[in-house]
């Protein structure tokens, strides 16, 4: 006697309910709305739950940019477990949940960003010179606030 493996059964299963599925659509169909009609408290209450909501955005995100969960929570890894620009933590109180930051041309994706990271880049048009005009802006500024403060200018 030969002995069939849990993973051949679970496939032959997979394949018997997609051929029962493909042949009885209409049960199917039926079934699916009296079930809807009979729950519909029920399911609408399991719907609006927080986390539901949640994990649906997750997935809606991940299934966006082409990524599995693994792929991001090894990216969080990688960048620390925070944001790739300022090291904010997911849910810390000021960013809900890291961002997918990609690029707008090739589609790639570049890191996870917290929410104001990921819209100062945006509202910078992804342009490294922005961002450096940016920086030497607040640099100046920064220098002059400091000599007015303590009196020690350069």
């Known amino acids: 006697m030969t002995k069939i493996s849990a993973e051949s059964r679970r496939q032959r299963k997979v394949e018997r309910t997609k051929i029962w599925r493909s042949t009885n659509r209409a049960k199917l169909r039926a079934y ?23 994990a649906r955005l997750r997935r ?38 890291l961002q997918v930051d990609h ?11 917290c ?14 010179e922005n961002v450096q005009r940016a920086a030497d802006y607040l640099k ?3 220098s002059i606030k400091k000599c007015r403060l303590v009196g020690v200018c350069p």
């Open 140 to 142: 100046k500024f920064n």
């Open 60 to 97: 809606a995100v991940l299934r966006a940019y082409r990524m599995t969960q693994a792929e991001y929570d090894a990216m969080l890894v990688e960048q620390g477990n925070g944001c790739a620009v300022c090291g904010r933590v997911e849910g810390d109180g000021y960013s809900q949940r």
């Open 103 to 113: 690029d707008h041309i090739t589609g790639e994706v570049r890191g996870l960003l």
């Open 115 to 128: 929410g104001p990271c990921n819209k100062a880049l945006g509202l910078m048009r992804d342009s490294q």
């Open 32 to 54: 699916n709305k009296q079930y809807k009609k009979d729950h519909a408290t029920e399911i609408k209450a399991h719907v609006n739950l927080p986390q539901t909501k949640k």
